[in-house]
Each structure stands twice: as C-alpha cells, then as structure tokens.
T-cell receptor, first 115, second 113 residues
C-alpha cells in the first residue's frame, strides 16, 4: 500500500521565491492535514480539509500561505513570497474521517530551506 | 485545550521494557488518549489510543489510570528501532476540534544497545 506521498522531499530556495509543496493522499481517505515542524514551535497544524473543503485554516501563518485540494486525492501548499522564517519541515497527513481510530497517516515531509 | 505533561527524555536498554508516562489531569470525559511517535527524519506515526480501558496492539500497550488523569505507554521489549520522540495527545471524541491532534514536545526515547 502506498502511503501519503509528499514532494519535493527537500527544497532550497531564495527569499521571495514561490514554493509549492505537494501531497497525495492515501486512496479512500477524505481528510487532509498540513502540519509544519520547527525546533522552536514543534508540530503545528496549518490547515485541515474534509471532503476537499477547508474546515479550519486558523493555523495558516499569513496570507503568503495558501492551500488547495483540486481533487480528492491531491493537495498543494503554496508559499508566495517565501521568507527565511518559513524554513521548516512540512508534513501532510490523511485520514478516513470518523473511522474508529481517527488515525492520521503522515507523509515523510518536505524540508524547506529559504535562504 | 486539555494538555499533557511528559518527561523530556528517557533512556532504555535494548530488549528491556519501557514505560513512558503521561499526565493529563485536566482530561475531559470525552477525550481519547492517543500516542504517536516520530522516528528520526520521518513523519509521526500512530501507536495506540484508548478511552478508559487498557489497550494492547502489536506495537505497544496503553495503561490508563482509573481516574484517567494519567496514562503509560508500554513497549514490552525496546529495540533500536523504537528510538523516537513519543507524543501523548488528548483528542476529543466528537464535536468541534475532534479532528485536532495537538502535539506537545513529547518524550525523546533513547535505546542503548
């Protein structure tokens, strides 16, 4: 079984550039989460989608961040323009909402470095 | 938000049992106790969860205190692959925020060969 697939695994860019991170959900899952992890703040929820609809985006830092689900199996997280403080590991996770365990399946993450 | 308290770090010898504690004195009646772990350079992975009764699965056991104010994750025989950060998380069963997994700092477990 393929798990949650994220790309790119590593991204190095310069301040001001646009960054797009991609996530493919596990087939059949209908909830999608984007998290960000830094040493200072740990794992933070950025946005949560259910059935392709954004339910909670209160964790999105500012307008430079946007996330979409163009279809049920794919999501993007875009940062434009990027800043050095955006450097972090970005994880997406999927789940089958209302499943007994509500287990979240995480991807391996995208490590972003903004110079 | 109900919060959890875990030791920053613990050590265990390989093939010995490990008991990872978690305090959650403000837990509400509808909060499930979830445990996730994060291996180096990987995303978090689900370990186990429970509500009131002790739980076992292939990865670990979860012992929940009778008053539910604390719980213990038990790894029966630690292996080097179990070296990770372990997160104890309270998750509402339903209603607003039930989708939320709020990660704290967790316990970093080191396994000594």
């Amino acid at each position: 079984d393929a798990g949650v697939i994220q790309s790119p695994r590593h991204e190095v860019t310069e301040m001001g550039q646009e960054v797009t991170l991609r996530c493919k959900l596990i087939s059949g899952h209908n909830s999608l989460f984007w998290y960000r992890q830094t040493m200072m703040r740990g794992l933070e929820l950025l946005i949560y989608f259910n059935n392709n609809v954004p339910i909670d985006d209160s964790g999105m830092p500012e307008d430079r961040f946007s996330a979409k689900m163009p279809n049920a199996s794919f999501s993007t997280l875009k940062i434009q323009p990027s800043e050095p403080r955006d450097s972090a590991v970005y994880f997406c996770a999927s789940s089958l909402a209302w499943a007994d365990t509500g287990e979240l399946f995480f991807g391996e993450g995208s490590r972003l470095t903004v110079l | 938000d109900a919060k959890t308290t875990q030791p920053n770090s613990m050590e265990s010898n390989e093939e010995e049992p490990v008991h990872l504690p978690c305090n959650h004195s403000t837990i509400s009646g509808t909060d499930y106790i979830h445990w996730y772990r994060q291996l180096p350079s990987q995303g978090p992975e689900y370990v186990i969860h429970g509500l009131t009764s002790n739980v076992n699965n292939r990865m670990a056991s979860l012992a929940i205190a009778e008053d539910r104010k604390s719980s213990t994750l038990i790894l029966h025989r630690a292996t080097l692959r179990d070296a990770a950060v372990y997160y104890c998380i309270l998750r509402p069963y339903s209603g607003a925020g039930s989708y939320q997994l709020t990660f704290g700092k967790g316990t970093k477990l080191s396994v000594i060969p």
